[in-house]
């Protein structure tokens, strides 16, 4: 949200906005102030989120609605923030609930409104409504990103029911550049969306919503819908993003009814992931593989790095992977041995690894010769583990 007058906000969680050319926000260099293990312990109430399959689905429309439900029933709801991008049904359904106040910040000589958290806990509502899960809030806000809002009322206690885009979550970032061509700024750790104890599908077919887009009801400006159609809401784009969702949904329904058969104890058939990474190139791509085979086996990650040096480039690209593992719910392991083959496969087998995770080797078919090839030792070796081979995008 913004004060009327300001420059359009371009950093929210529709990147086909920065498509229009305005300024995007840089994301957040400093660390997120939630942890995965410590919002588990913390979360005491319930949170709900309505998974959007694209955007212009309706999943504002749907969180506004269950809130006027809820009040209508004598819940105490508050609407804690909500982006309608001009949308006239959505403005409707605004309508009768109580909307906390943002919180104005000056930025680049810009007004921009937050969401006031603080506000929103002092009002002590049963229910908030959050829209926009993955958004970035403007420097000068008491959290970075809006998923750590969320976590502090969860952690007071307060019920929330909240939004995303199916592409904003961070293990489909590099799925979702490939097929649309963009890559999304925004992005919420999976953990976060793994805390939730409902997750409903927002759901309308690429035709559907086409028309919508044609009559206005995503965008109201005639000029901004059409460049949206020509660039990021193509069918193609549409029904693989729309396919990425459903997954996303049935795997999270699998894992719920195997809690429920196992009555909430780990299979002892629990499989283990183990991504190896070597270099800064193609090594965020190879952990997102990872964690995406991990989530459909309802397994664990792990991510090993054989440090070969230990300088400051080194630190800072195993630094920037240390955060994107932890935000895919996995643990980075730096581990040193003169063999790499030996160091990794000695590593999988005291951490009963079940799968593990390499890349195509870098070097060219010269260098293989002379100086051996990784993968191609790693599968001479390995004994019981089931090794995927990732090839790289380009050649």
């Known amino acids: 949200m913004m004060s009327e007058g300001s420059p359009v906000k371009t950093h929210g969680a529709e990147s086909v906005e920065a498509l229009m050319g305005h300024e995007v926000i840089a994301e ?6 939630w942890a995965r293990s410590q919002a588990i312990e913390a979360k005491s109430a319930p949170l709900r989120i309505y998974l959007g399959a694209a955007p212009g689905v309706g999943k504002t ?33 605004l309508q009768g609930l109580e909307l906390v106040p943002p919180r104005t910040i000056a930025y680049r000589d810009a007004l921009f409104e937050e969401m006031d958290g603080d506000a929103v806990r002092m009002r002590d509502p049963e229910v908030a409504l959050v829209d926009e899960l993955a958004h970035t809030n403007i420097p000068g806000s008491s959290r970075s990103k809006r998923w750590e809002d969320v976590l502090d009322l969860l952690a007071a206690g307060i019920e929330v029911v909240t939004t995303v885009n199916i592409q904003h979550l961070e293990s489909l970032n590099d799925v979702v550049a490939d097929v649309t061509g963009v890559r999304q700024r925004e992005t919420v750790p999976d953990w976060v969306v793994e805390l939730a104890d409902q997750i409903e599908l927002v759901d309308m077919s690429p035709h559907a ?18 460049l949206a159609l020509q660039r990021y809401f193509t069918t193609d784009n549409l029904t693989a993003l729309r396919e990425l969702a459903l997954m996303r949904v049935a795997n999270q329904v699998d894992a719920t009814l195997l809690s429920r058969w196992s009555k909430g104890h780990i299979p002892e058939t629990r499989e283990r992931v183990l991504v190896c990474v070597s270099h800064p190139e193609f090594s965020q791509d190879l952990v997102r593989r990872g964690a995406r085979i991990a989530q459909r086996a309802r397994g664990d990650l792990l991510v090993v790095h054989v440090r070969e040096r230990d300088d400051d480039e080194t630190r800072r690209w195993l630094g920037e992977l240390d955060a994107l593992v932890a935000d895919l719910g996995g643990e980075l392991h730096v581990i040193d041995d003169d063999d790499p083959v030996n160091g990794v496969l000695n590593f999988a087998y005291a951490q009963f690894v079940t799968q593990l995770v390499v890349g195509e080797s870098l070097r060219s078919r010269v260098q293989e010769l002379f100086r051996g090839s990784f993968v191609n030792e790693v599968i001479r070796k390995a004994n019981n583990v089931d090794i995927h081979v990732i090839a790289r995008r380009e050649r």
């Open 209 to 226: 919503l086409q028309r919508r887009m044609l009559h206005g009801n995503v965008y109201p400006d005639p000029a901004k819908a059409e």
């Open 61 to 93: 429309y749907a969180m506004l609605s269950e809130g006027r439900r809820r009040a209508a029933r004598g819940t105490r709801v508050v609407v804690a923030c909500v982006e309608t991008y001009g949308r006239p049904r959505t403005i409707e359904m």
């Open 28 to 33: 957040p260099s400093a660390p997120p102030a």
